[in-house]
T-cell receptor, first 116, second 114 residues
Framework: DTAVSQTPKYLVTQMGNDKSIKCEQNLGHDTMYWYKQDSKKFLKIMFSYNNKELIINETVPNRFSPKSPDKAHLNLHINSLELGDSAVYFC???????????????FGPGTRLLVL | KNQVEQSPQSLIILEGKNCTLQCNYTVSPFSNLRWYKQDTGRGPVSLTIMTFSENTKSNGRYTATLDADTKQSSLHITASQLSDSASYICVAGVNGSSYDKVIFGPGTSLSVIP
């Protein structure tokens, strides 16, 4: 009965590879997000989708491409992985897109990506 | 530059004791202030949220305060329990022109020991 789930939990890969992280929420929420938590523990928004439509796209390299097949899923594909991509990636969801700073977001457990 | 700072960086307290975590924010235009608890290996969980007109908000043993004039917030934990061991993250909400933003602080790592 996990609310927001992510797979895989751990991902270790070589530089230059392409990888995907999957996220699913069973809360019936309309809006989903991807965050990156760096080594200094700062969380930063990357993308947000509302009902499969991209509504937030922060300054992120275009090697990162989110895909939302339906409003319950938001996957993150990363091309040509670099060392600096190593981080913990969190998926989150909220009831609606009433404002990133107003809606309570529910976070997944995170995917720990290590690029060697 | 929008920024959130937290202190202390880490804290160790004995079970049953109280503690207070601090947050200073420099964001504009300010919308609200939220505290999250992040257990090790888990995603953050929202504890409290306050708009600029609210001074205090409680959630069980957690009480957050907000001083919008000095741009400071604190999170007070009463009668700490071992399960309170976690990182506590202060987040400032910013009203944006195209979309709103949230600025996360680096967190305070709290360890509660028996």
């Amino acid at each position: 009965d996990t609310a927001v789930s992510q797979t895989p939990k751990y991902l270790v890969t070589q530089m230059g590879n392409d990888k995907s992280i999957k996220c699913e929420q069973n809360l019936g929420h309309d809006t989903m997000y991807w965050y990156k938590q760096d080594s200094k523990k700062f969380l930063k928004i990357m993308f947000s989708y509302n009902n499969k439509e991209l509504i937030i796209n922060e300054t992120v390299p275009n090697r990162f491409s989110p895909k939302s097949p339906d409003k319950a899923h938001l996957n993150l594909h990363i091309n040509s992985l670099e060392l600096g991509d190593s981080a913990v990636y969190f998926c989150a969801s909220s009831h609606s897109a009433g404002g990133l700073n107003k809606e309570t977001q529910y976070f997944g457990p995170g995917t720990r990506l290590l690029v060697l | 530059k929008n920024q959130v700072e937290q202190s202390p960086q880490s804290l160790i307290i004995l079970e049953g004791k109280n503690c207070t975590l601090q947050c200073n924010y420099t964001v504009s235009p300010f919308s609200n202030l939220r505290w999250y608890k992040q257990d090790t290996g888990r995603g953050p969980v929202s504890l409290t949220i306050m708009t600029f007109s609210e001074n205090t908000k409680s959630n069980g043993r957690y009480t957050a305060t907000l001083d919008a004039d000095t741009k400071q917030s604190s999170l007070h934990i009463t009668a700490s329990q071992l399960s309170d061991s976690a990182s506590y993250i202060c987040v400032a909400g910013v009203n944006g022109s195209s979309y709103d933003k949230v600025i996360f602080g680096p967190g305070t790592s709290l360890s509660v020991i028996p």
